[in-house]
């Protein structure tokens, strides 16, 4: 039997899912380029990055390229590169696809808001003054929701600033990779802050980063607030561990038999939330990039660390 032969159906979903990963790429980056690059509205994230330099260095062309072009190119390989050397081949494919497509149409996007293309169409600060960056904070938000939650559904990463908090979790193992995405974004904001020395538009880039994750909650997640996962893997200690330390949940190890083998298996078996599906993902591909992962939406989870708080230790 040929291991490495995909029957029609397994193709027909690498398709889709790599279909789904840069229309939700493309979608992310026109939300970005159109409305919150033009009124630099910061969100976190490498447009975050790009527009604290490109308002901290002088602008500049080189051949047909804008320093924004650049900064976005520069930051965007390199999180991968630096994805690539420190986290593997497993991850890195993940973010390959956007990496590739994120760039040209972000820079695509950014000119249709110039004077005069499309009679002005995309620039709404033409017409609608003030009012403008409002807009462009809440359908900034929006788009960038819709993009992401779209390419997660394609089960790939949009990678980003992400990578630097995973590199900062693989040296120091005891970091939660959610606090530390956290921390990384927070981070990005407060040095737009400083560069740009506006209130106005960092609270309007708080506001469009809650409305993009209330956007990626309701279509990655429907009305499901958790998932289901279950693992299996010759390396489940290894797993069960990083589970435990990194997403801070419980397991349950399963005993199993392979239908076909009929070798024992063990099966680790997590709930989980939406925020931490990338985490458990890149947890299992680090560690077993040939385990089998099944997850499902959970439509109700009741018990500790869901509807009551899991216990404190020191006080056991």
């Not at 992400?162 to 590199?167: H, K, R």
């Not at 397991?251 to 239908?259: H, M, P």
Request: charged share 15%; proline share 2%.
């Amino acid at each position: 039997m040929n291991k490495n032969k995909y029957s029609k159906k397994e193709i027909f979903i690498m398709i889709k899912n790599i279909f789904l990963v840069i229309i939700g790429t493309v979608i992310l980056a026109f939300g970005t380029g159109v409305f919150l690059f033009p009124f630099d509205i910061i969100t976190g994230g490498i447009a975050g990055i790009a527009i604290t330099l490109n308002n901290l260095i002088p602008e500049f062309e080189f051949l047909a390229f804008k320093s924004y072009d650049i900064y976005v190119f520069v930051v965007t390989w390199g999180l991968f590169l630096l994805g690539l050397f420190v986290l593997g081949k497993s991850f890195s494919l993940k973010t390959l696809i956007s990496t590739i497509v994120y760039s040209p149409v972000f820079s695509i996007s950014v000119r249709l808001v110039e004077s005069g293309v499309f009679n002005n169409f995309f620039d709404i600060s033409a017409q609608y003054g003030e009012i403008s960056v409002l807009l462009g904070s809440v359908f900034g938000g929006a788009f960038v929701g819709v993009g992401c939650a779209i390419a997660f559904l394609g089960g790939g990463s949009t990678g980003g600033t992400d990578i630097i908090a995973f590199v900062i979790c693989k040296w120091f193992k005891r970091l939660r990779s959610s606090v530390v995405i956290f921390i990384v974004d927070v981070a990005v904001v407060l040095a737009g802050v400083f560069v740009l020395k506006d209130l106005t538009l960092s609270l309007l880039g708080i506001a469009s980063a809650f409305i993009c994750a209330i956007v990626i909650d309701k279509l990655f997640l429907g009305e499901s607030q958790a998932f289901i996962a279950q693992i299996v893997s010759d390396k489940h200690e290894e797993i069960n561990q990083a589970i435990i330390s990194k997403l801070d949940r419980t397991t349950t190890i399963l005993e199993a038999t392979g239908g076909f083998s009929k070798k024992g298996k063990k099966v680790v078996m997590v709930s989980f939330t939406m925020r931490q599906y990338s985490t458990l993902i890149n947890i299992v591909n680090i560690i077993d990039k040939t385990a089998f992962v099944s997850i499902h939406r959970a439509h109700e989870i009741n018990g500790e660390g869901w509807t009551r708080p899991s216990p404190d230790p020191e006080k056991e």
